[in-house]
């Protein structure tokens, strides 16, 4: 048997790190293509956020508008009851909800006779028993917490069929 020479040794170490790098490569190639996958689904979902978000203020702004409408039809029937009271007309009939003519004076709401303003209903004050509950929660979320789970968030909660937080739409899949 003869030495190894020096030739073998060169060819040998370019072979290894040839076979190193074309493994290192194949890891790395695995662990971007997740990333990737991950980067392309959390734009995709911003995307459609941002889509919705827009369908959403075009929507308010389509109702405001309609409510806008609706006011001005509002205060024009009031103003076309307060004038035919005035002089004695019935209001009945179509032509009570034609707009006014150009030359009506135009005032500010007539104040109305009897008129109260409807009180904001209060809350219920809190029950000894929703107390507890509300207080038993709490402590059951910091044991969880403690334990290094994480604690349920209020729609997550059994509290029944009026339970109020954010449901989400759209589930993202494990990755």
Not at 50 to 69: D, K, S
Not at 88 to 93: I, P, R
Request: aromatic share 4%.
């Amino acid at each position: 048997m003869s030495a190894v020479q020096p030739w073998m040794v060169v060819v040998g170490t370019l072979a290894g790190m040839a076979v190193g790098g074309a493994l290192a490569s194949a890891w790395w190639w695995s662990k971007l293509k997740r990333a990737r996958r991950l980067i392309d689904r959390i734009e995709s979902s911003r995307l459609l956020l941002n889509e919705q978000t827009t369908q959403a203020r075009r929507q308010i702004e389509r109702q405001q508008m309609e409510l806008g409408e609706l006011r001005m039809v509002a205060e024009r029937l009031r103003r076309k009851a307060a004038q035919a009271a005035a002089s004695g007309e019935s209001v009945d009939g179509p032509e009570s909800i034609l707009p006014l003519e150009a030359g009506a004076p135009v005032s500010g709401p007539a104040p109305l006779a009897g008129f109260r303003p409807i009180e904001k209903p209060r809350a219920p004050a809190p029950t000894v028993a929703s107390v507890d509950a509300a207080l038993e929660r709490q402590e059951r979320a910091r044991e969880r917490a403690a334990e290094g789970g994480f604690a349920r968030t209020e729609i997550q909660d059994d509290d029944g069929p009026h339970s109020r937080g954010f449901m989400p739409t759209q589930l993202d899949k494990p990755f």
